[in-house]
């Protein structure tokens, strides 16, 4: 069965610092691999995806993340955050995208301190 | 730009009530789902849809659920007799090809 592990549950960074979220996951074929965030109240947006080709994806707002097989790994970065970062962050992994669902991790809380 | 829409945003029933929670898809696309989060926890997929007919479902998704596309734009979850536990977020997602777009979800408190 497909699994997502988020090991951090929550993250502080300070404004203007770099950012890594870890996501490793565990999947028998080819991963399609999505991270979405989640503001306060609200549902979740796709930040970015990777299906296949070019191991380093970029996504929307500044962030990216590369997929690195040998580690069945899928981090997400952004250089620099900004307070409006905020937000709950999820990985998840789907097997062959259309109909199948995806499959979430527990989330990571990301505080930004000024 | 074309977003997934929900009603209502949230949803007070008594246990043991039918409930239905409505969704409006973006409209080209093929392939519909719903999810739900419990507070404080993961998101969890219940059940896709497409072409008419349910193409997938998890273990939670029992005979309480059910899905329907009534028309050519809602796309409808129903349970048929809530329980305290089923007070979540629920979701509605909707994939042309390989991407979920979700909707704001609804709240549904059982009480």
């Known amino acids: 069965a497909q699994s997502v592990t988020q090991p951090d549950i929550h993250i502080t960074v300070s404004e203007g610092a770099s950012l890594e979220l870890r996501c490793n996951y565990s999947?028998?074929?080819?991963?399609?691999l999505f991270w979405y965030v989640q503001s306060p109240g609200q549902g979740l947006q796709l930040l970015l995806k990777?299906?296949?080709?070019?191991?380093l994806v970029q996504g929307i707002k500044g962030f990216e993340a590369e997929f690195k097989r040998s580690q069945s790994s899928f981090n997400l970065r952004k250089p620099s955050v900004h307070w409006s970062d905020a937000a709950e962050y999820f990985c998840a992994v789907g097997a062959r995208g259309g109909a199948d669902g995806l499959t979430f991790g527990k989330g990571t809380h990301l505080i930004i301190q000024p | 730009e074309p977003e997934v829409t929900q009603t209502p945003s949230h949803q007070v029933t008594q246990m043991g009530q039918e409930v239905i929670l409505r969704c409006v898809p973006i409209s080209n696309h093929l392939y519909f789902y719903w999810y739900r989060q419990i507070l404080g926890q993961k998101v969890e997929f219940l059940v896709s849809?497409?072409?008419?007919?349910?193409?997938?479902k998890s273990e939670i998704f029992d005979d309480q659920f059910s899905v329907e596309r009534p028309d050519g734009s809602n796309f409808t979850l129903k349970i048929r007799s809530t329980k305290l536990e089923d007070s979540a977020m629920y979701f509605c997602a909707s994939s042309g090809t390989w991407e979920q777009y979700f909707g704001p979800g609804t709240r549904l408190t059982v009480t």
């Open positions: 990777y299906f296949s080709g070019d191991t």
């Open positions: 849809f497409y072409n008419n007919e349910i193409s997938e």
């Open positions: 999947y028998g074929a080819t991963p399609y």
